[in-house]
Structure formats: structure tokens, C-alpha cells
């Protein structure tokens, strides 16, 4: 009797302990941390996933080696990206989504898709430990910190940038903002000067052509990198082109419903 308990006291402790070694980021589940780094096997975030938390150092992806083709951001993360295991080799920084690492080079003959082997998470998308010789790309701190991140002030809502993928100036506007002259709304000047648009939580947007609320306009339900790809009427695209807006909850209700201009944006593809 005391052998077979002792053996059913053993495997209890191996079942309640065993799952706490050697703990990894799991394939397929987002961790719940605020500041995390997703990458994706395609673009556009497709394929399989794979996500860590701020702290985690990868010397080596193992199979995963050179098959990473996009990366998300999560909270004030960054990741620094190496093109060999062991953190050697050619390095960059991203602290902002990268929906195409094709368009970010590893150096003038090629870019970093399908060339990262290992990569180290931080938190503190700001901070001044990157090497001088190791490119920042996106989040703001390639334009030297002049323009701050706002998307860690805003849950629900909007935020906008002078240029494709999210890069450049950038603004942020709470969901149920109505914003009848971008000329005059934000820090500066945004009329006609919007190049993409990330939605914050469960928010869609209506562009309009014209200041008021007027002219045409296109309902945005979906993360958009590059406004030139979704089509206008009397114009050729969407880049550039908004002189107001409104920002309301609850992506396919509420705006999307309503008969504003041409409808819901195009799917991006």
C-alpha cells in the first residue's frame, strides 16, 4: 500500500511540475503580455505564428531559421533581429508592425525576409542601448524621437501616419471623435497628408474628401498599410486624400452599415 502511494504522490508532482521546465513561447497562442513581438511565417501575417515577450533572447529559430517574412508589435516592444544565430551578423531594430520585411534591407543587395536567425526582445521602445551600427526601423525612433508613440495612451480609437507601413508623424484620436477639418485637428496639419491607418480595438473609421464631413468617402474596418492601395472614384487612391473623419466603436457595425460614400474599404490583399 505505501509503494502505491508513493508512486500516485510521484506522478502528481510530475504532472503539477513538469509543464514549468523549460518553458518556451508556444506556436499558434498570442501571449497575454502587454508587450509582446508576433512574427509571421508570410506576409501580411499569414501563415504560422509565433510570439514572445519582452526579455526573451532566441539565439537560434531552429527550423524557423530564414523563414520569417513579417512582424507585429504588441504594447512598447521592440525586437532587434539578427541575420546569423547567436545574435551575430547584420542586426536591425523594429519597434512597429512590418506587414513585408521584403521592403526592409539587410544592406544595399538584400532585404530581411526570409534572413533572420535570431532575435532578442525588448520593452522600452526609447531606450538608447541600440548599437549605432544596428538600423531602427519604424515606432518613431528613426525619426530620432520627434515623433512619440501615442498608441500606449489610446485602447479604442484611431492613429494615423504621413507615410505607407505606419512610418513618419503619427496621430491618435479616441473612438467617437468627429473631426470636421484635419487641417485643424491633431498636432498640425493632417488634411490630406494620411498615408496609413491602424485601428485600435474594436473601431472603424470614415474618411471623407472634403472638409465637414463631405465629398466622398470609404469606411475603414481593418489595419491599413498603404491608403494608395485602396481605390477612390473621382481620384486614383485613398493616399493623401482625407480632409475629415469620424471615428466610432465596433468594427462592422455602427459606420459601416451606413450609406456614406462608396462603402467598406476593399479586403487588403
Known amino acids: 500500500m505505501k509503494t502505491l502511494s508513493g508512486l500516485v504522490l510521484g506522478l502528481l508532482f510530475s504532472l503539477t511540475f513538469a509543464p514549468q521546465l523549460g518553458a518556451a513561447p508556444q506556436f499558434g497562442s498570442r501571449a497575454q503580455n502587454r508587450d509582446r513581438v508576433c512574427v509571421y511565417q508570410d506576409i501580411r501575417y499569414q501563415g504560422w505564428e509565433q510570439c514572445y515577450n519582452a526579455g526573451d533572447e532566441i539565439s537560434t529559430l531552429d527550423r524557423r531559421n530564414n523563414a520569417i517574412s513579417s512582424i ?53 521602445s526609447y531606450s538608447n542601448n541600440n548599437s549605432n551600427n544596428t538600423p531602427i526601423y519604424g515606432g518613431n525612433p528613426s525619426n530620432n524621437n520627434r515623433y512619440p ?4 495612451q489610446i485602447s479604442q480609437g484611431v492613429c494615423v501616419y504621413d507615410r505607407p507601413d505606419y512610418q513618419g508623424r503619427e496621430q491618435c484620436w479616441n473612438s467617437g471623435s468627429n473631426l470636421s477639418d484635419l487641417a485643424r485637428s491633431g498636432d498640425g496639419n493632417w488634411s490630406d497628408k494620411i498615408s496609413s491607418i491602424r485601428l485600435l480595438g474594436r473601431t472603424s473609421v470614415v474618411l471623407y474628401r472634403d472638409i465637414g464631413y463631405r465629398g466622398e468617402s470609404v469606411v475603414i474596418d481593418q489595419d491599413i498599410p498603404d491608403l494608395a492601395r ?20 465596433s468594427r462592422g457595425n455602427g459606420a459601416s452599415n451606413r450609406d456614406r460614400g462608396f462603402g467598406r474599404s476593399r479586403p487588403w490583399r
Open 149 to 152: 508613440n501615442q498608441q500606449q
Open 230 to 249: 485602396i481605390s477612390g472614384r473621382g481620384f486614383r487612391n485613398w493616399e493623401n486624400q482625407a480632409s475629415s473623419l469620424q471615428i466610432e466603436n
Open 72 to 124: 507585429r508589435i504588441y504594447g512598447r516592444a521592440r525586437v532587434t533581429v539578427y541575420d546569423n544565430t547567436g545574435f551575430r551578423g547584420q542586426a536591425a531594430e523594429f519597434s512597429s508592425d512590418v506587414p513585408d520585411l521584403g521592403l526592409r534591407n539587410v544592406n544595399g543587395s538584400r532585404s530581411w525576409s526570409d534572413h533572420i536567425q535570431s532575435l532578442r526582445v525588448s520593452s522600452d
